[in-house]
């Protein structure tokens, strides 16, 4: 199946770094966000496996699980992973699942058969509580992601969920956001009291909600 936004992603159990993982079970009510790669030992995806690491108190402190997959066995992984440790600097510190099948690959539509017929593409689910996906990115195998932009739209989605927003170009954490055009004036005055900035009727910019707390 080929996922779209706000779509349901689909249940799995499949072997991991973990042990057998049945992801709904996993992730519980938590945002996840799960990422793929073609093969264990490829040189962008380890670099890709150390920042992940690096940066996983960042996602902890905004309620968000990660995992990655790939299609070698868990073995292979663990062997990995030590690669990953060394020349990286940070140890695997979230499941990596085994999906030597490529079932979990075939059920997430993984396989484009332009880019390679066997090797899972290198795309981001980004997935919040209720299992619906909220972000896709599939980069090209000679590209590093960069999930410090991952992290940026997490923000930006816990944000706008919460609050009758949307977030401008190139927006960043404690910035100013853009009230929703279908909100009409009162409610903007009831809902934001300090007042906003009006660029044009359909463009008014305010502080972001909460950021004086």
Known sequence: ????????????????????????????????VLFSHPKDFTPVCTTELGAVARLKPEFDKRGVKVIGLSVDPVDQHLRWAS?????QGAALNFPLIADVDRRVAGLLDLIHPN??????????????????????????ASTGRNFD?????????????????????????????????????????????????????????VAQPGSAD
Do not use: C
């Not at 080929?2 to 945002?31: H, M, V």
């Open 115 to 140: 880019a390679s017929d066997t090797a899972t593409v290198r795309s981001v689910f980004v997935i919040d509580p209720a299992k619906r996906v909220r972000l896709t990115l599939t980069y090209p």
């Open 83 to 87: 690669d990953i440790e060394r020349t």
């Open 1 to 32: 199946m080929s996922l779209k936004l706000l779509d349901i992603i689909p249940d799995f159990t499949q072997e991991s770094t973990e042990g057998p993982l049945n992801f709904y079970g996993w992730a519980g009510k938590d945002w996840v």
């Open 149 to 205: 932009e991952i992290l940026r739209t997490i923000d930006s989605l816990q944000l706008t969920d919460r609050h009758k927003v949307a977030t401008p170009a190139d927006w960043q954490q404690g910035e100013d956001v853009i009230i929703l055009p279908s909100l009409g004036t009162e409610e903007a005055r009831a809902l934001f009291p300090d007042g906003w900035t009006e660029h044009t009727p359909y463009l008014r910019t």
